[in-house]
C-alpha cells in the first residue's frame, strides 16, 4: 500500500510541475524582459517564429490599420491596403532590428520611462511584494490552457490599455517551455461599436 501511494504521489508531483511550468517559464520571460536578462530570453523564446507572427500586429499598430476581426470592410479598403504596402517593409526592419534578445529589453525600458513621465507611477517591481505582482498578473491572464501535450497557449491583457490582448504560444521543447509564437489582439471598444453601428444604421437608411 505504501508503494502504491508513493507511486500516485510521484505522479501528482510530476503533474503539478507540467502543469505549472509553462506559466513559469512566462513568467520568467516577462521578468527577464523587465530586468534585461538577454542570455535567458535567448534561450527561452524562439526569435525567428516569434518575429513573424508579430510583425502583422506591430504593422497594425504602427500604420494605424485597421483590425480585420473588428472591421473587415475596412480592412479591405484601398487606402488601407495602399498603407500596408508601403509601411510593411519598414515594419519589418523595425521588428527584425529591436524583437532580439538585447531589443525587447530596450524597448520595456523606454515604455516604462514613459509611462512614468506622463503617468506618474512606479515601478511596481520595486514597490510590491512578488506574491503581489504574480497575483495582479495573473488577474490580467484571459485565456490558459493546453493545446496539446506540448503546446501551451496564454492570453493577457495589457496592464495600461485593457482593449490590447497578448496572444502568447508556448511548445515544450527538450530544453523545456519556448515561446514560439507571439500575437496582440485589439478588441472593439464600446465606443467603436456604437460607431459603427450607427454608420451601419445611416447606410441602410
Sequence with gaps: MKAIFCVVGFFLLAA?????????TAWSIREAVRNGDANYLSTAIEWPTVRETLKPSIAQIALGLPDPENDPAASTGLWTRFKAYLGQSAVDGLVEKYVTPE???QLFTLR???????????DEAKTLPIMDRISRAWARVKRAEFT?????????EDK??????????????PA???LTELRIKFL???KNAVQRFSSTEQGAL
Design 103 to 105: 531589443g525587447l529589453p
Design 148 to 156: 496539446s501535450l506540448t503546446s501551451f497557449e496564454i492570453d493577457m
Design 16 to 24: 503539478s510541475i507540467y502543469i505549472g511550468s509553462p506559466f513559469a
Design 176 to 178: 523545456g517551455w519556448k
Design 160 to 173: 495600461l490599455d485593457p482593449t490590447r490582448i497578448y496572444l502568447g504560444k508556448l511548445e515544450l521543447r
Design 112 to 122: 516604462a520611462k514613459y509611462r512614468d513621465l506622463v503617468a506618474s507611477e512606479g
Design 188 to 190: 472593439a471598444t464600446a
